[in-house]
């Protein structure tokens, strides 16, 4: 993944709690050598007839240059060529859109970009991970986790529930995994039924039967991780939902990075059936990197990517 980084875009404003994504970015942009987009969404002016709330507006995008001002100077002084891309509209839209315009290979964003101080939704940092048309890297801020901004990541994990998108997303883990020398965690959460109380006999035909439910996922667990990957990435299975086996996994083994392979989902969609992804991001300590996948809810039916055709198969009789 590493190697083809040269554009990173990364949202900003100006709310100090918000600088970590900047922060990261500018550390990815210099290791990697890559140029530094600053995507800064331009409110629209305020009309008014009177002229009412124009100073304070004024002042308020007088400290917004200002605060643009020094954050190309931190970079400039990094050595890290930087620009800055300003825009309105919805703020998931129009960071996807240019991302797209400026060619970027990763975008970064705070987890809590575009929410008020009082009500964090992660709306905007959900939507671009899924929707982006490159891998994002969603940073919680300072306050929430103070321990999750250095480089390199060396302990990763990485959710695979056996769809496409997960898959890419494995193989993008071992590939930052094999990059920093470091170590990672195959994370699938098995499902079953809402607890039930047994007894005698039948307790132990139900834990049997999860049991071998368990081993049996391991196996393919294995099977997915790439030959020769063995040694940096350990399989783990879970039984329970989701979202928690993936914050859990990650606390256990105190992660620097968690990975997830996400689909094109419609908003209907995800808040009808859930969502896995929203749930993660809105309670994550950890910096998360969504691999956005546009057909990557298909099955992965655990053969090679592409089934190669033989010369003999394509003879004309």
Known sequence: MTKTIRRILVPVDLSERRDAAFDRALL????????????????????????IGEDVELERREAE??????????????GVPVQVVSAEGDSARAIVAHAHLVMADLIVVARDFGSSHMWGTRRVAATVGRSAPVPVLIVPSRKVAPYSHGMPFKKVVVAVDFTVASVVALRVATDVIAQDNGRGTAVHALSYASPMVFSGSEASGVAADL??????????????????????????VVAGAPGQAILDVAAEVDADLVVMGVSRRNRFDELFFGSTFRKVVRRSLRPILAVPVAAGASRWAGTSPAHLVSEGYLEVA
């Not at 210099?30 to 409110?43: A, C, G």
């Not at 049991?211 to 990435?233: I, K």
């Open 28 to 51: 990815m942009a210099r290791r990697w050598s890559s140029e530094l987009y600053l995507f800064h969404r331009r409110p629209p002016w305020p009309i008014s007839r009177f002229g």
């Open 65 to 78: 240059r200002s605060h643009l001002k020094a954050l190309v100077r931190s970079a400039s002084e990094e």
């Open 211 to 236: 049991r071998g439910q368990l081993a049996q996922t391991e196996t393919r667990l294995r099977g997915a991780v790439q030959a020769g990957a063995n040694r940096l990435v350990e399989p783990r």
